[in-house]
């Protein structure tokens, strides 16, 4: 699917340290690592757990097992059938939802400190004994394939699945973790479980909390909810990898006026000490809206379209710099050589001085504060554990944009973009354009 393509990486998030409490930083008795923000202001609590490896882990000939799961897991629990297991957290007034991706399966809830005790033991039921009711189980699965029937037909899913097919052929990242329909339509009740068995194990747990709870509750509360689980998987995870994408354009012929248009080539880890001076260098490349240079010269100067951007596409075993157009057919091979020229640019010229500031300022300052309240600083919590950064990001992540040189950002540009590994998935009926 698309979702990728409104990804926003989590280190934009610019809070102020004054303005962030301590986080509490602990592992509980049974051996899951938590951080943990108090703020006993409000009687509410936002938990977040991660299970690491989400649907990378499932065996191919089963891909969209894990989806299917996770999509029944709130559809009834224990002695609770799916409209019994609803009304038990509506009279709770709690909150839970369950997701998955290639990387992990996310659980978040939101509670009560009145019925906290209640709650956490609804969630336990919903992630120990899920029913996988054979109705429920046909219900969703209808879903499914509603929504793999609509994804073939639309010409931004149609993209995405070339381009990642190309990048990643020997590997997970390769395929849609919501799988394909035939392979849903043959999935059991047994495959269910073992998706369920496989995922959801304790040592591949992580935590966050935010609100009033105390280290010690909120120690008990996690393994009271995750003992019953299995201690570890049955599958590995997945290896790192690398992109197998080589420059040129590939053309999928589908009948649409417009074009859709993905790009990238291999991108840099979170981990990589160059990485701000790259999060940098994309901002003012295509991650800035109107103000990037793409933006400049292909929708304002040309009128090519309407919006280009470009991403650093983390993933936890590959990344890539990618970026996402759509033109008219007629434009589709112009809008390619205006890009190539602007890959060409910042990696052999680099960006100015007043380029460079003004993406500091903007990183550092001017983006919106939108993570505001307990359960938008809960997710990014445990998205900051996810990607290993420390407690203190938060206090130094502006001081590290600020500390980068324009001889830093410029050496990095020249080692980063790479116009003849950039790949061009297109989808359409593009004019003059075939594959390269």
């Not at 910042?346 to 993570?371: C, D, H, M, S, W």
């Amino acid at each position: 699917m698309m979702r990728f393509l409104t990804f926003v990486f989590v280190l934009v998030w610019a809070l102020p340290a004054w303005a962030m409490p301590k986080i509490q930083e602990f592992e509980t008795p049974g051996g899951v690592t938590a951080w943990l923000v108090s703020d006993h202001n409000i009687p509410f609590v936002a938990l977040e757990l991660r299970f690491l490896g989400g649907a990378s882990t499932e065996p191919m000939d089963k891909r969209g097992v894990s989806n299917f799961m996770t999509a029944l897991i709130e559809e009834g629990a224990g002695d609770l059938d799916a409209q019994a297991f609803g009304a038990a957290k509506e009279n709770l007034a709690a909150s839970f939802s369950y997701d998955v991706g290639q990387d992990s399966l996310s659980v978040s809830a939101r509670m009560l400190t009145e019925n906290r005790g209640q709650a956490v033991d609804l969630l336990k039921l919903s992630l120990t004994q899920p029913r996988f009711d054979a109705d429920a189980i046909e219900r969703v699965r209808g879903q499914i394939l509603s929504v793999l029937a609509s994804s073939q037909q639309d010409p931004g899913d149609i993209a995405s699945r070339a381009f990642f097919a190309r990048a990643f052929p020997d590997h997970p990242y390769g395929s849609e973790y919501q799988g394909t329909s035939d392979i849903v339509a043959q999935l059991t009740r047994d495959d269910l479980l073992a998706a369920h068995r496989r995922i959801l194990v304790r040592d591949r747990l992580i935590v966050s909390a935010v609100g009033d709870i105390s280290q010690r509750e909120l120690a008990d509360l996690i393994d009271h909810v995750v003992r019953d689980l299995p201690a570890t998987s049955t599958a590995a995870l997945p290896e790192p990898t690398t992109d197998a994408l080589v420059g040129g354009v590939s053309v999928t012929d589908y009948p649409t006026p417009q074009s859709v248009i993905l790009f990238g080539h291999r991108g840099i880890n979170q981990t990589d000490p160059d990485f701000f001076a790259a999060y940098v260098l994309n901002h003012i490349l295509g991650g800035s809206g109107f103000e990037s240079r793409l933006m400049t010269e292909v929708r304002e100067k040309r009128g090519l379209t309407y919006g280009i951007g470009t991403f650093l596409y983390g993933r936890d075993y590959g990344d890539l710099v990618l970026g996402q157009v759509a033109t008219a057919n007629d434009k589709a091979a112009e809008t390619i050589a205006v890009i190539r020229d602007e890959w060409q640019s910042i990696q052999q010229n680099g960006v100015t001085a007043a380029e460079l500031q003004a993406a500091k300022t903007y990183l550092t300052g001017a983006y919106p504060l939108r993570f505001d309240g307990n359960a938008p600083i809960a997710r990014i919590l445990v998205g900051m554990q996810r990607m290993g950064l420390s407690p203190d990001y938060i206090e130094t992540r502006n001081d590290r944009i600020n500390a980068l040189t324009l001889d830093d950002v410029n050496r990095v540009a020249a080692q980063l973009f790479s116009p003849q590994d950039l790949h061009f998935t297109v989808v359409g009926q593009p004019v003059g354009l075939g594959d390269e």
